[in-house]
Structures are given as structure tokens and as C-alpha cells.
């Protein structure tokens, strides 16, 4: 920079003329900003090791917006008197409060130093913008997260406590302070914006920079140990309520290495919703897994969240289903209703896709498990699901043995039984992992179905609250479910299969 455009040190008119470089006039926002410039509190924090955007945003009166967001590094630093100093350490030094992060410098996640050739924020954007693109995403919105180590306000907070102890009277100082992530986020936001194409909001696709403070045994590594201990018994920290005190020499440590940057990408979960059918009597509803052996052939989980995972190009999933049933009982009728919930989605897969998956489960060779009606839902499905879940019926169709023949009266008796109400403790088989609770619970309906050849033995018809324990109804569970049907009938009674007919939700 030329004698003529720099600023003379204790001159703020020098600091304004310094912005008119090129013959482009600054936006009037910059123009306020130079000239709310303290001199001398610049060359303070300047020998302190603070870089050019530190100073803006800590003494000046002005907002750091994004008119102060497009000015280079060296313009600042042209702009703040320093170019001397610039121009005889061509080494970067890096900022003693942001640790290097508004300098646009830092290590990758490989430990490689990284050095912006622009300093605007354009260059850091494109390449944020490479490792956004490298992890295979589709979206268009982003939502920006900024991670920073908590040394960075602890260093922030000692530089302003330094500052009140020298200039306690200066307006300035009373402003209004900008984060350094939310001047982050003013300089590279807007070219983030135009190198990904898309916009900024609260997106469901996040992009977090988390900035993680370089190992402390690099820090200061020409120094003795006795050394540190001095200079650090050294330091007079301001009062924080009146500012009496000041430090009278520099008490901050020189910064030997920038933060680690590490870029990730997060698509919030995606759901799809069906409904789906279950033919087998050996396959669960989720992994189920004993003593690392595996329980049953397979489970509706895997087959329906592994077919719907690869197509989204997602991390992980997780299965949801409105209720349950035993491995041993099948799921037919209308089917159960079901989300998956894919996690880190790349992609969403079209309709088509779904209904291609579909017929793939459907006409698979084992036809363990079934698909209905599969399609991309928003999030809200998950309360609508756990909504009706409370207020859903179930219908059942039980195979049922009993200890004397069926006569035609049991099963007038049977069928006149409407909302009948009975009372179930929690069954014998799944008191080790449920409360010991009694639970009051409605039989809508019933009818009872004859098999031809053996009086022994009929088809249960029945329509139920959800969470009524069917095989415990049937067999009274050693009396712990009044009425049952054993004691209905006057005769012991034994279920032989049970089927799910079907799963109504609410109104449906």
C-alpha cells in the first residue's frame, strides 16, 4: 500500500482515506467503521497478536455485517497501519482469540495446514463446498452450524477484560461485541450460498464446522515449563465490575497452531410409512438376538429397512411399528402400519422407486414378509402414528383347543358378548422384563367359528382394545386375566396359533 492510502498512526481521517484504495468507494457502513477506529487501542492489540477482524469486531462501533465481511485481510491490515509489520513477517501469525479461524486458516482432518489463497471468505466457501459435494448429498437449503472450542471466548473475554482496563471510558468498548461464529458465518454464508446453489434456512441438511483447539503440547513448545509458570503469575487481570486494574505487559500466549476443521454433513431423518404383512411364524418383528444366536429365520426389520436403506443412500435406519406381535403369530389382513426412519439420507428415492421396492419384498422367493402402500411421509407421521396407536382395535382369529366338546349354546353365549370388560395382570411370560401392573382392557366383539370333525377345537373371532394380551384371555394365564375364555367356558382352554387379522388406527 502507498504512503498516500495508508493511514498515519493516531490519525483516523488516515484510516478513512485508507478505504478509498483503487478509486472504488467502500459502502458507508465500512466508511463508519474506519472512523470509529481507536489508534491506539489498534496498535494494542496488534502487538498483542489479535488479527484484523478480531479488532473490527471488538472495537469498533459499527457492526461487523457483511460490507466489513468483503474486505481482504490485507486491505484490513493496510486499513489498521500495519502493512510494516505484514510486509517484514510474511508469516502469518495466527490470532491469539480466534485461534486462526476468521484468518481462514487451520489443519484438516489429515493434520494438513491449510492456507486460504483468498481471504474473503470465497475461497474457504469452495472449499467447504468440495467436501460437501464428495459425501453425495441432494438438497437445496442448507442450514450452516459453527462449532468453536470454548478457548476461544475464554481468550475473547481476557482480551476484552485487557481492553476495559485501558479504555474503561471509550464508547466503543460498551458496544455490543460479534461473536466469532456469527462473523464467521457473515463472511463465508452468502459465497457458500452461490458455490452449493442453494439457499440458507433451517433446513433439514446441516452442515457443521466444528473447529477443535490443536494439540496443548504444540502450544509453546520453546518455552520452559518454569517460563510458563512465570509469565502466567505475571498476568493482573482487570476487575470485571469497574475495570480498576489493567495488565501492564502482554499475558497471552504466542499461537503456534491454528484449530482442526472438520466439515459434516447431516440430512435430518426421513420417513416412510406402510403397512406390512407377516406369512411366517419364524420371523420376528426386529433382530432379535440371544446369546449372539439368532432367534427365527429373519425379521420384518431387516427386510423391509434393508430394501428401503440403499435406496437412500442413508447411514442407518430405525423401524417403528403401531404395536407388535410374537414371532410365533402372523400379521395378515390390512396389515400393520409401520415407519422407517432413514438416518444421513443422500437421497430421497422417487415413488417409482418405492413401488419398485415394494414388488421386490413382495415377490421375494421365501414370501416370509409382505409391503403395502409404501411412500416417502413427512416427520409429522410419527405423532399421527403414536396418536392413533392409543386409540386403535385389533382383530384376531386364535386356533383354540379345549378340554370339552363345543356345544352351539357356548357359541351363542360367546357371540351376545359385547365391551366386555377384563382385568390383566401382566402375563407370566414377559413379567422379567414388564412392570407387575393389572391392566383393565375391552373385548369389543367375539364369535366363535366350528371346525368340522373335532368338537375340541374352533376359530376364536375377536375384536380387542389395543394392548390386550390375547394368548392370556385365552388360557387365563393361571388365573392372573378375569374373565378368560377357560373360565367363560367352565373348562380349561389352550391357544393353539393366533393370526392378527387386522389393525385399525383411529378412525381408519
Known amino acids: 500500500m502507498s ?20 478509486g472504488a468507494e467502500k459502502p458507508q457502513r465500512v466508511n463508519e467503521a474506519a472512523r470509529s477506529l481507536d489508534p491506539s487501542a489498534v496498535k494494542d492489540l496488534l502487538s498483542l497478536g489479535v488479527c484484523e477482524r478480531c479488532i473490527l469486531r471488538l472495537i469498533t462501533v459499527a457492526t461487523f455485517d457483511s460490507d466489513l465481511a468483503t474486505v481482504s485481510s490485507s486491505t484490513l491490515r493496510g486499513w489498521l497501519g500495519s502493512g510494516e509489520e505484514e510486509a517484514a513477517s510474511p508469516e502469518m501469525s495466527i490470532c491469539i482469540v480466534c485461534l486462526g479461524v476468521l484468518q481462514f486458516v487451520f489443519s484438516d482432518d489429515k493434520q494438513t495446514l491449510v492456507k486460504m489463497k483468498s481471504d474473503c471468505g470465497s475461497g474457504h466457501a469452495a472449499w467447504i463446498t468440495d467436501l460437501v459435494k464428495q459425501q453425495g448429498h441432494e438438497f437445496d437449503s442448507f442450514c450452516l452450524e459453527v462449532s468453536l472450542p470454548s478457548t476461544i471466548s475464554e481468550n475473547e473475554r481476557a482480551v476484552l477484560l485487557y481492553l476495559k482496563g485501558k479504555y474503561s ?17 457473515v463472511l463465508v454464508l452468502d459465497p457458500l450460498r452461490a458455490s452449493l446453489g442453494a439457499k440458507s434456512d433451517s433446513s433439514s441438511f ?38 480498576s486494574s489493567c495488565i501492564s505487559e502482554n499475558p497471552f500466549e ?8 472438520s466439515v459434516h454433513c447431516n440430512q435430518m431423518p426421513i420417513f416412510f410409512s406402510g403397512r406390512y404383512f407377516k406369512y411366517s411364524r419364524n420371523v420376528s418383528q426386529s433382530r432379535w438376538i440371544i446369546d449372539d444366536e439368532r432367534m427365527g429365520e429373519a425379521s420384518v426389520e431387516e427386510i423391509i429397512g434393508g430394501s428401503i436403506l440403499p435406496a437412500c443412500l442413508g447411514d442407518s435406519y430405525k423401524f417403528h411399528a403401531a404395536g407388535r406381535e410374537d414371532i410365533d403369530v402372523r400379521m395378515l389382513g390390512s396389515g400393520r402400519p409401520f415407519l422407517i426412519e432413514v438416518q444421513n439420507s443422500r437421497k430421497c428415492p422417487s415413488q417409482q422407486s418405492l413401488t419398485e421396492i415394494e414388488e421386490k419384498i413382495n415377490n421375494s422367493e421365501k ?15 410419527w405423532a399421527m402414528m403414536r396418536e392413533g396407536e392409543a386409540e386403535k ?6 386356533l383354540v383347543w379345549i378340554s370339552r366338546p363345543l356345544e352351539e349354546e357356548d357359541c351363542n353365549s360367546i357371540s351376545s358378548m359385547i365391551e366386555l370388560k377384563i382385568l390383566q395382570k401382566t402375563p407370566i411370560r414377559v413379567l422379567h422384563r414388564r412392570s407387575p401392573l393389572e391392566r383393565e382392557r375391552t373385548i369389543h366383539w367375539m364369535k366363535l367359528e366350528k371346525i368340522k370333525g373335532n368338537t375340541h377345537y374352533f376359530l376364536l373371532h375377536l375384536c380387542t382394545q389395543a394392548g390386550t394380551y390375547i394368548k392370556e384371555f385365552v388360557h387365563g394365564d393361571l388365573g392372573r386375566t378375569t374373565p378368560s375364555m377357560g373360565s367363560i367356558l367352565g373348562c380349561r382352554a389352550e391357544i393353539i396359533q393366533l393370526d392378527v387379522t387386522d389393525v385399525k388406527m383411529g378412525d381408519s
Open 3 to 22: 504512503d498516500e492510502t495508508k493511514p498515519a498512526s493516531g490519525d483516523s481521517s488516515g484510516l478513512l482515506n485508507g478505504l478509498l484504495t483503487g
Open 169 to 185: 471510558n471509550e464508547a466503543w468498548l460498551q458496544s455490543e461485541k460479534v461473536s466469532v461464529k456469527d462473523a464467521l458465518k
Open 206 to 243: 446441516h452442515i457443521r464446522l466444528t473447529y477443535s483447539k490443536a494439540s496443548d503440547d504444540a502450544q509453546g513448545l520453546s518455552e520452559t515449563t518454569h517460563e510458563r509458570k512465570k509469565r502466567k503469575t505475571d498476568v493482573v487481570y482487570a476487575d470485571e465490575e469497574n475495570g
Open 254 to 261: 504466542k499461537v503456534y497452531e491454528p484449530c482442526i476443521l
Open 367 to 381: 414370501k416370509l414378509v409382505g409391503v403395502k402402500d409404501l411412500k416417502f411421509i413427512g416427520s409429522e407421521c
Open 393 to 398: 382395535q385389533k382383530q384376531y382369529a386364535a
